[in-house]
């Protein structure tokens, strides 16, 4: 069985400064990690992902997230927030080597970006 | 270009209606999955197929049905039974499960 919880569900900053969207997981075997965008009303963008390879991950738009297992975190961070960024942010985990896939999602953050 | 797509993007459908939703890929993916997405609680799956042919119950199956008929096709039927059908659905598929890809959603409303 596979969790995730992210921490804050609504997250604001201001424009240029650091964004951190926290989630944690918790799963039976080595995971696989993601972390999605939404814009209202549309379906998931993938921002990064990580299927055992490097623990740091790069994405798109500038985010990046490090893979720690002694912390059961994959965290998101952008180094300067723009406005573009306002969105929801979605952390999921899914089981490597699973039969089922199944791609389970934490309940979101909201971030705000203020100019 | 590959990918998923869903229809209709909206959906009405009056107290004590069955509808249903498309959801149709082209990526050759063996396994397709439905989420439902309502304000503040996230993605939830109702239901999940890994073959043609087959389907399991998600976290929130109640009230809906699927089938898997062909590969590139998993329709949601959102029956009469569910009690609060309001949401916005997502379709995924995966092949291996390294990667999902999703469709852009259908918003349906209860009247």
């Known amino acids: 069985a596979q969790s995730v919880t992210q921490l804050g569900s609504h997250v604001s900053v201001s424009e240029g400064a650091l964004v951190l969207l926290r989630c944690n997981y918790s799963s039976s075997v080595p995971p696989y990690l993601f972390w999605y965008v939404q814009y209202p009303n549309q379906g998931l963008q993938l921002l990064l992902k990580y299927t055992s390879a490097a623990t740091l991950v790069k994405g798109i738009n500038g985010f990046e997230a490090e893979f720690k297992k002694s912390e059961t975190s994959f965290h998101l961070t952008k180094p300067s927030a723009h406005m573009s960024d306002a969105a929801e942010y979605f952390c999921?985990?899914?089981?490597?080597?699973?039969?089922?896939?199944?791609?389970?999602f934490g309940k979101g953050t909201l971030l705000t970006v203020n100019p | 270009d590959g990918g998923i797509t869903q229809s209709p993007k909206y959906l009405f459908r009056k107290e004590g209606q069955n509808v249903t939703l498309s959801c149709e890929q082209n990526l050759n993916h063996d396994a397709m999955y439905w989420y439902r997405q309502d304000p503040g609680q996230g993605l939830r799956l109702i239901y999940y197929s890994q073959i043609v042919n087959d389907f399991q119950k998600g976290d929130i199956a109640e009230g809906y049905s699927v089938s898997r008929e062909k590969k590139e096709s998993f329709p949601l039927t959102v029956t009469s039974a569910q009690k609060n059908p309001t949401a916005f659905y997502l379709c995924?598929?995966?092949?291996?499960?390294?990667?999902?890809?999703f469709g852009p959603g259908t918003r349906l409303t209860v009247l």
């Open positions: 999921a985990v899914s089981l490597s080597g699973g039969s089922n896939y199944k791609l389970t």
């Open positions: 995924a598929s995966t092949q291996g499960g390294r990667g999902y890809y």
